[in-house]
T-cell receptor, first 113, second 110 residues
Framework: DVKVTQSSRYLVKRTGEKVFLECVQD?????MFWYRQDPGLGLRLIYF???????EKGDIPEGYSVSREKKERFSLILESASTNQTSMYLC????????????FGSGTRLTVV | SQQGEEDPQALSIQEGENATMNCSYK?????LQWYRQNSGRGLVHLIL???NEREKHSGRLRVTLDTSKKSSSLLITASRAADTASYFC??????????WGAGTKLIIKP
């Protein structure tokens, strides 16, 4: 069964901390995405990547950065966590193998205190 | 990016009944996808309909697409308790980006 795995299900961090959210996919997908989901706002795209070492800003990149050193791994970095970054973070991947539908991870619920 | 919009925001029906959810969008699209999300977890891809298709079926799911009206509908027939979830339509725009709305929360009553 194809999978997108996010390293943590729940995470609590302090304001100002540097936070790493990891995402790994086993489908050899080219494209990977980071979203955040907040009640009533739907999914908002933070960053995406079409290939190793490539990254593109989404709709809300401020306060975030990403890293894609290997095809299967896409990391989201909160440089200095703030309370307004408390959210559900969802990683997804997409490729020809799955007919261009996105495969999502189970999500990381991050609380910044 | 512009949001897609699902309608209704919430829907509560009896088990066994059919559920219909609608989606409208504003831009031209390559395809339109529907996803399900159970109770704050990750989203699951249900079905993809291309811009040159009008209807698509997958098991108990039927999706229609009307590009002239910029709208789509998802029909779930013979609903089950396990269908309780939030449903999202996600049109893929000309830049190959998915546009997300706030979803329809579907509750199936036993």
């Amino acid at each position: 069964d194809v999978k997108v795995t996010q390293s943590s299900r729940y995470l609590v961090k302090r304001t100002g901390e540097k936070v790493f959210l990891e995402c790994v996919q086993d489908m050899d997908h080219e494209n990977m995405f980071w979203y955040r989901q907040d009640p009533g706002l739907g999914l908002r795209l933070i960053y995406f990547s079409y290939d190793v070492k490539m990254k593109e800003k989404g709709d809300i990149p401020e306060g975030y950065s990403v890293s894609r050193e290997k095809k299967e791994r896409f990391s989201l970095i909160l440089e200095s966590a703030s309370t307004n970054q408390t959210s559900m973070y969802l990683c997804a991947s997409e490729g020809a193998a799955t007919g261009y539908g996105y495969t999502f991870g189970s999500g990381t619920r991050l609380t910044v205190v | 990016s512009q949001q897609g919009e699902e309608d209704p925001q919430a829907l509560s029906i009896q088990e066994g009944e059919n559920a219909t959810m609608n989606c409208s969008y504003k831009t031209s699209i390559n395809n339109l996808q529907w996803y399900r999300q159970n109770s704050g977890r990750g989203l699951v891809h249900l079905i993809l309909i291309r811009s040159n298709e009008r209807e698509k079926h997958s098991g108990r799911l039927r999706v229609t697409l009307d590009t002239s009206k910029k709208s789509s509908s998802l029909l779930i027939t013979a609903s089950r308790a396990a269908d309780t979830a939030s449903y999202f339509c996600a049109p893929m725009d000309s830049n190959y980006q998915l546009i997300w709305g706030a979803g329809t929360k579907l509750i199936i009553k036993p």
